[in-house]
T-cell receptor
Framework: GEDVEQSLFLSVREGDSSVINCTYTDSSSTYLYWYKQEPGAGLQLLTYIFSNMDMKQDQRLTVLLNKKDKHLSLRIADTQTGDSAIYFC?????????????FGQGTELSVKP | EPEVTQTPSHQVTQMGQEVILRCVPISNHLYFYWYRQILGQKVEFLVS????????KSEIFDDQFSVERPDGSNFTLKIRSTKLEDSAMYFCASSEGSHEQFFGPGTRLTVL
């Protein structure tokens, strides 16, 4: 079945850019997502990208998709201490899969002042 | 801003007991989902629901699990006879179309 993988930890200084990487295996995924989870909270949808796009920018967030390599990244510009959280990459199961999402294990972002 | 809500936030039960986890999806959404996250593991898809029937379910979603939309606002997950390995955080999600899912805060289920 489909698998989604992420590195577990990333530590950056406040004001730097953060880049969180993700790889997935199913080329039929239509949408790829980034979710944020703060302690004790649910999964907050940050952004998503359609599989026929290479890049999507939304304020401080930039998503890059390399469909050939099945690689997705999330860049957070000017990272703030409030960005400290766990970031999950997710891929849908492709057409006619009932909308199920397959998640990576999450990357814990630590932002140091 | 509309949000998905879930109750209770924490449920403790004895092995073999039935539990019902409740969710109120965003009001104009048509697609509903349950996921779970066992401590230290990935978030796993359980089931999706549209037009009053299951669209897709995972291998985890066996005969012990069922979902229901008993009225116009609630979406429930029932586990008939809980096992120790059912202990997890259970997330409900909803979407207007078939993507862009919005998640609730989760219910932590502890089976003793």
């Amino acid at each position: 079945g489909e698998d989604v993988e992420q590195s577990l930890f990333l530590s950056v200084r406040e004001g730097d850019s953060s880049v969180i990487n993700c790889t997935y295996t199913d080329s039929s995924s239509t949408y790829l997502y980034w979710y944020k989870q703060e302690p004790g909270a649910g999964l907050q949808l940050l952004t998503y990208i359609f599989s026929n796009m290479d890049m999507k920018q939304d304020q401080r967030l930039t998503v890059l998709l390399n469909k050939k390599d099945k690689h997705l990244s999330l860049r957070i510009a000017d990272t703030q201490t409030g960005d400290s959280a766990i970031y999950f990459c997710a891929a849908d199961g492709g057409y006619n899969q009932g909308g199920k999402l397959i998640f990576g294990q999450g990357t814990e972002l630590s932002v140091k002042p | 801003e509309p949000e998905v809500t879930q109750t209770p936030s924490h449920q403790v039960t004895q092995m073999g007991q039935e539990v019902i986890l409740r969710c109120v999806p965003i009001s104009n959404h048509l697609y509903f989902y349950w996921y779970r996250q066992i401590l230290g593991q990935k978030v796993e898809f359980l089931v999706s629901f549209y037009n009053n029937e299951i669209s897709e379910k995972s291998e985890i979603f066996d005969d012990q699990f069922s979902v229901e939309r008993p009225d116009g606002s609630n979406f429930t997950l029932k586990i008939r006879s809980t096992k120790l390995e059912d202990s997890a955080m259970y997330f409900c999600a909803s979407s207007e179309g078939s993507h862009e899912q919005f998640f609730g805060p989760g219910t932590r289920l502890t089976v003793l």
